[in-house]
């Protein structure tokens, strides 16, 4: 039994908890709480001052309310998979785990939408409809294990976004409990509702403007067929001028991945995939959707990939062989491990156009530097998530690792991309952030953070690069006289 | 000449603006400016005291500053096609009208977008790449006439969102001035930029959160097949059953539109568009995309049309004849004018399974009201377009065709719809948002409004119901217990 200090508003707080939950929703522990000290970005690591596992939006509501009302910092927490660290816990504060609001709370086929608690794993909503042709389009690779809630927090997307979208394009509504404790309904299940869409805003904010405990997600339905090829070149500048060409000739593959020779070797070690012999790259490239048309444009990508130098096209006869190509690609990040001690997996946006010039400029950074970079992406959208390996235990290499990860960051800059793709800002790249926005940028997103959460209690930390009181974020100019600004005196 | 009392706020912008603006871009002739009383809801005027026409982003900016450094209100305008009042002008404000601003700034086709300023006009984008086998997706039926400023502002649909969505899911990034003058770029070209998606909330913001001055929209490539036909039912229910059945089987037709006898009566009366004669209601269905499917698909569609109920299946043969079957869809609106002196647009959004419910139920009300009510609509995703029609010159015509208009929105929240599809809130609805939304759903959107425009100065008195100033919303509940309130003890 740990004493509990009156005073310390982090002690009110969690015997409130103690008198309102049933006493295993609430852990303070320290051994236990270990269990929750990172999420899937395992080289930041934080033991929160006590842990949460609420049932009920209900409970959420008066979590977050108490919170609030003492001032503590919280943290939501999905299923921990994130890869940002965007659920990494404070060491002040109480980490909010959904992992018990499992409910799907209703299903209504006939308005393809369903209705989910956020701590419904991501697969389990497609189990739920599966058998009706339905399908719950965001696919992150981590799709057994994630969660509904996690998703929305990170908007996750997938191999399938470049034709699918991300979750933002496939939530309907949203229940939320803001920092301060309020239950409030974002969007709806009508199409484009009055008012601002505040649901476009929380869906990839990491956490920071409140907790989500409902969803309405929207269901697809199966593709009638879905037809998979993988595709050897002798390198990653063909395998890109075939994903060009195949996205010129307007098709909209469901998914175009690529893997470079570093990656493909590490996969084959790991679970002897078979990827074609020699290859400097592959592709692989699915198409989804009426089978007389699937049939119809895979003869066309068939034909892209060889007019660009496929010296090997195989195309997948089942479902099992449809398995084994997916599984080189979708063990990639993992494989690594066999090659490397230690990885960052970084991830970046550049425009599709922008593919061979960056690959270049990637190979060109890593031969200067001696770090190994192998590269595994999503092609058709531009999405790098290229892999910087090092051995921790040797003096200077994980900084030299960092330092080349930073890099490639900044040629996505250079290039008008992003340095998040799917992964988030979290913990991790909010050091990037000014390098990607002016102040008057962050300024005005801080503003919306303020809006919701002037006390800076909601996921303290995480996004915004440089943490201040919100009280310090220059509001609305004032007394600023347009027209006396130097140089503005003839165009105001 | 007039004569400006330099004590006034509105006459320093003015004068300001006339020391910087070429002089025919700052109209104060009360002649003049009566031409900008209203948009495109007549039903709604006010004479600005002031109308800027600005040529530039900068422009732009200065105009913004200078007002808000006065704390004289303004109001965005576009083409002033919208009909919900969204650019109705403020008397003591000025309106800052974007139709000078109509350069295509960019185009690049390799990455499926272009950068356009808020007046260009919205047939004008896909004008612009049409040849190059390209278009821009959303098409309000002002489409000839109506600036992409204003599609952002309004989040504008069109007959052809149910597959394609709507200005929402076309613009990629803005370039935008915020209330208090400053210039931020929100989204961006990559996918899924990292920070808050503020863009989301921006568009369809209505006019008060800021200004467009740029706008990169998203290209889509032209289908190679388009395929339209008309088929006529004996009523309404017949031809909602046929739209289920043709959802239901998986077909996500480009769009589906239905009339109602009155309308297409209307349209006859207007157009002579040949509609199957006797009809008590008609569908439009388009089907797109590549020739195979669309030809595939299409038998399908028929095959759903006949079995429930349709006495005949019109086919387009070429665009001569699809012309004319859009027609009368097009037409049906400005129609109504021919068989009745006024009318109300109603524009509200039902579950597409509550189609016939609720169309039984404007029977009624219709019925007992002895007001009409004409319907069209986009019956794929459950956008009504009921006209109310009145004659003004008979007294209180008008006040209950108002009471019918909306009656039929409360019929729509009442089914988990909206009170607004595609037209906005505007000055028109904001009476209505009280009944859709909690108060604490309201001061959640109020204090994002408060955070770009604490002084209440841009685009005032649209889309709250409420006007307050800042200072009277909630904020986060500070000094509540959240133990002890009532009900609460338990469950906190």
Redesign the interface.
Known sequence: MQTLDPLRPLDLVVR?FR??LPPEAVITDPQRLRTYECDGLASYRVVPAAVVLPE?A??V???V??C??HQVPFVARGSGTGLSGGALPHAEGVLVVTSRMRAIREIDL??ERAVVEPGVINLDVTGAVAAD?YYFAPDPSSQQVCSVGGNVAE?S?GAH?LKYG?T??HVLGLEVV?????????G??????????????F???EGT?GIVTGITVRLM?SP?SVRTLLAGFDSTDGAGAAV?AII?A?VTPAAVEMMDALAIEAAEQAVACGYPEGAGAVLVVELD??A??VE??FAEVERHCREHGAFEVRVAADDAERAMIWKGRKSAFAAVGRISPDYIVQDG?????ALSEVLGRIARLSAESGVRVANVFHAG???LHPLVLFDGAEPGAAERAEEVSGAILDL?IEH???????H??GAD?VKY?GR???P???D??Q?????????GICNPGK?FPTPRLCGEVP???R?????TEAG?A???
Do not use: W
């Open positions: 409130r008198d309102v009920t209900e409970q509501r008066g979590i309310a108490t609030a009302e006939a308005n042709g908007n997307g976004c991300f933002t394009n803001t920092p301060d404790g309020e239950l409030v309904r974002l709806g299940d009508a199409r484009d509702a009055p008012g601002y869409d505040l649901l476009g805003a869906i990839g904010s403007l339905r009638e060009s010129s307007g959707g009426p007389d048309e119809h444009t946006v550049i425009p599709r156009t959208d531009g999405n996505c008008g991309g992003s340095i998040t793709g799917e988030g800002v790249k952030m990607m926005f002016t008057d940028d962050l005005t997103m503003r919306v953070r303020c809006a919701f959460d002037p006390a996004v509001g609305p100019r007394g600023v006289h347009p027209l503005l003839d165009q105001f």
